[in-house]
């Protein structure tokens, strides 16, 4: 089974300018969250999705956002983008189990590389 | 403010001793904790968890304590191998955000 894949790889913006990244989850699971990791540090928290609907959110300001779609697919927004959203942006899915529960282990992707210059 | 602290950046041992990686927190509303590990270039892997209603849990090599009344737990890696010179993330759950620590630099040593 294919893992959890992420686009692009790697990625240079300007100050100012807005970037969206996309995320497509492992097969069958339909919540997505995504993470900020800033060198030397763990990830942080941004958002999780699930069923379309936002589930949570981080300490992150409104220039973020996200989306998912039907496909459980996701997209991550940054607009007016900073030096300091410089990171790696990881998205990670989890199953959703019978009796709803959440299993709390979560399956990451590559991520993303955010440069802003 | 810190609620999840890996106090140690990095750790160093001899190939086939035991590796121990600490974590405190200071949020006592945790229920779930988690160990992730992460190769460069690529997401943080799950590695083992554990209730905040238990105190051990094992897989294989690798065994995670929970002291609730010190807020403390560790991860043993026995014996330790050269593929987990890695970097290990503590996380903890409350209400289905999960925090994570800075993490620990672990080198093998041959």
């Known amino acids: 089974d294919a893992g959890v894949t992420q686009s692009p790889t790697h990625l240079i913006k300007t100050r100012g300018q807005h970037v969206t990244l996309r995320c497509s989850p492992i097969?069958?699971?339909?919540?997505v969250s995504w993470y900020q990791q800033v060198l030397g540090q763990g990830p942080q928290f941004i958002f999780q999705y699930y069923e379309k609907e936002e589930r949570g959110r981080g300490n992150f300001p409104d220039r973020f956002s996200a989306r998912q779609f039907p496909n459980y697919s996701s997209e991550l927004n940054v607009n007016a983008l900073l030096l300091g959203d410089s990171a790696l942006y990881l998205c990670a899915s989890r199953p959703w189990t019978s009796g709803g529960k959440w299993p709390y282990e979560q399956y990451f992707g590559p991520g993303t590389r955010l440069t802003v210059t | 403010d810190q609620q999840v602290k890996q106090n140690s950046p990095s750790l160093s041992v001899q190939e086939g001793r035991i590796s121990i990686l600490n974590c405190d927190y200071t949020?006592?509303?945790?229920?779930?904790f988690l160990w992730y590990k992460k190769y460069p270039a690529e997401g943080p892997t799950f590695l083992i968890s554990?209730?905040?209603?238990?105190d051990k849990n094992e897989d294989g090599r690798f065994t995670v304590f929970l002291n609730k009344s010190a807020k403390h737990l560790s991860l043993h890696i026995v014996p330790s191998q050269p593929g987990d010179s890695a970097v290990y993330f503590c996380a903890a759950n409350r209400n289905d955000k999960i925090i994570f620590g800075k993490g620990t630099r672990l080198h093998i040593l041959p």
């Open positions: 554990i209730s905040s209603i238990k």
């Open positions: 097969s069958g699971h339909k919540s």
């Open positions: 949020n006592s509303m945790f229920d779930y």
